[in-house]
């Protein structure tokens, strides 16, 4: 590993503050509830924590509607709350990761207010993308991400571009004012101590100036046409944006100790991926390949090569997540029979039949996948609780603007976001001290509760406790290359120099452990005669062993 350089082989936690802990009973996470569970993870083992914005924020899209880049949500707490978390995370050798929001504002943002009652033309209307009506429509065909069309009326026979939900107004990355105001916001919170940002939507910032048509009938998170893979699509994952990103990381390395970035870009593979985390931009990128591929061993492997080659090719370590605050809990997709397409979201999986006990092995095993290999990598709260989606939630309950705007058939992101079980028997499962909490957790969770992990060596937990313990003391893990083994059908196994195996079997039969190998540790209870079952992976120690 390239010294210094903590972030190409660390474990990110992502806490989704809002269902994280509550500290002050009102049924909504917030910065006293994670102060109170720090030590949770620094037991856990993490390296890092990124925090979902926190920032004020009429919450339509759950505080990615940002009212205000350089506070704090009221609801959350306050700045000086903020920064003593900030000095106790460190304090505990947690480096600290924020939520930049760039691609939009909130429509309270004054700006945007500034926008709305200012009239077409003014400089005012600038700041975001407005346009005339195209006779009685909207400018152009682009769709919102959540569904329906991506413009929304305003005053003076203009209209206003959203990518994302009506309140959340695109910015105009080609004003000056704009890029202004978000370098102000990085050392506003640099200067605080702040180790880095995640970048929300990365790829979506520049947008042709033409505003062209899309023609055909896609989002950008679902398959797209050969334009994205050019760099020229309209909107998404163009070649500009780069520029922008290598201004930031200057900015970054102005710092010391050097600030971080880690790139949330849904694109068209590895290799649009790449140029984000070129040397001089941004230092990490999720990689959501590996999220959605399914639990096949050659759509795993092809994942892994790729990503390996494309991240070697400019200097980058790749950094490896199952699941996030978007998508399907890894364990329920995992669930459903596994076929060629990738799958990431609930309304993927509705109607398909589930085996929780197969989702969960897998999901152990896929664990114990993404942390062999060579990188870093992101966990999302609860997935170290091997906690399933919620896919039940009463309607009224659903709070993800995704279900409103797609006519109520996706049933939207909420599933995955629901408040943690701390311990107890019954909701709120010591989430909070109030009754209620935002999103309603459902009865049974008593023994996916923390407490209750952490008193069972054979957890998810557990599982995760030892292998971030492992990771941490085991020097072939981390940054680094890895080496195929020859193996049977269905079954992924590597090596990492010195002295370590990693055997995953996907296929449906079980299978022998490599000889003269010590079990450091398997993702499930190993079968008679030390085989390796189905859905299992096992870490070996080959010290001394022949290989
Ligand atoms: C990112 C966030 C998602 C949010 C969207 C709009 O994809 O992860 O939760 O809804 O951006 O900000």
């Avoid at 945007?112 to 200012?118: G, I, K, L, T, V």
């Avoid at 990188?375 to 709070?399: C, F, I, K, N, S």
């Avoid at 049974?444 to 060596?457: H, I, K, T």
Wanted: aromatic residues 10%; charged residues 25%.
């Amino acid at each position: 590993m390239t010294a210094g350089q903590w972030w190409r082989d660390a474990v990110v936690y992502q806490v989704y503050i809002r269902s994280f802990a509550d500290g002050d009973g009102d049924g909504l996470g917030d910065i006293a509830g994670l102060r109170s569970r720090l030590g949770y993870l620094s037991e856990l083992g993490v390296d890092a924590i990124w925090i979902t914005p926190w920032y004020p924020s009429p919450m339509h899209d759950a505080g990615y509607d940002v009212a205000d880049h350089r506070g704090i949500e009221p609801t959350y707490g306050t700045l000086t709350q903020a920064e003593a978390l900030v000095t106790e995370a460190h304090r505990r050798g947690l480096r600290l990761l924020l939520d930049l929001v760039p691609n939009h504002t909130s429509s309270a943002h004054p700006w945007f207010r500034a926008a709305w009652e200012a009239t077409p033309g003014s400089p005012e209307r600038q700041r975001y993308i407005f346009r005339p009506a195209l006779g009685d429509g909207p400018p152009n065909d682009w769709r919102s991400e959540f569904g329906g069309p991506a413009w929304s009326r305003a005053g003076g026979d203009e209209w206003y571009l959203h990518l994302f939900d009506r309140e959340q107004p695109d910015l105009n990355w080609d004003h000056a004012e704009v890029r202004a105001d978000f370098e102000r916001t990085l050392r506003f919170w640099f200067d605080r101590g702040i180790d880095g940002f995640r970048i929300d939507v990365a790829p979506a910032l520049a947008k042709d100036p033409a505003l062209s048509d899309l023609g055909g009938d896609w989002t950008s998170r679902g398959p797209r046409p050969g334009s994205a893979v050019s760099g020229d699509h309209p909107y998404w994952d163009r070649s500009e944006i780069h520029e922008l990103y290598r201004s930031w990381r200057e900015l970054a390395d102005s710092y010391d100790p050097p600030r971080v970035f880690v790139a949330e870009a849904w694109v068209d593979g590895p290799e649009r991926l790449a140029p984000y985390v070129r040397p001089d931009e941004l230092h990490l990128a999720f990689n959501f390949d590996f999220l959605a591929c399914p639990w096949l061993a050659p759509a795993l492997r092809t994942v892994i090569d790729q990503t390996l080659a494309v991240h070697g090719s400019v200097g980058a370590a790749p950094s490896w997540v199952l699941s996030n605050h978007d998508v399907a809990r890894t364990v329920s997709r995992f669930a459903r029979p596994q076929s060629d397409r990738p799958v990431r979201v609930l309304a993927e999986l509705v109607g398909i039949e589930a085996d929780a006990a197969v989702g969960e092995a897998r999901a152990r095993a896929a664990a114990l996948l993404m942390l062999a290999l060579p990188g870093g990598a992101t966990l999302y709260q609860g997935e170290e609780l091997g906690l399933p989606e919620v896919e039940d939630l009463p309607d009224h309950a659903r709070a993800d603007p995704i279900f409103e705007r797609s006519g109520r058939l996706d049933p939207g992101r909420d599933g995955c976001r629901i408040p943690l079980p701390w311990d107890g028997a019954e909701p709120p499962y010591g989430f909070s001290t109030g009754r209620v909490t935002w999103l309603p957790q459902p009865a049974g969770w008593a023994s996916r509760a923390a407490s209750a992990q952490a008193a069972d060596a054979g957890s998810v937990l557990s599982l995760y406790r030892r292998a971030l313990r492992i990771r941490r003391e085991h020097p072939a893990l981390g940054d680094g290359s890895m080496e195929w083994h020859r193996s049977d059908h269905g079954v992924l196994s590597f090596s990492r120099l010195p002295g370590f195996h990693c055997v995953v079997n996907v296929s449906g039969a079980p299978q022998p452990v490599p000889p003269g190998c010590d079990v450091l540790l398997a993702s499930g209870p190993l079968a008679a005669g030390g085989m390796i079952p189905p859905d299992t992976s096992v870490w070996l120690s080959t010290d001394g062993a022949p290989r």
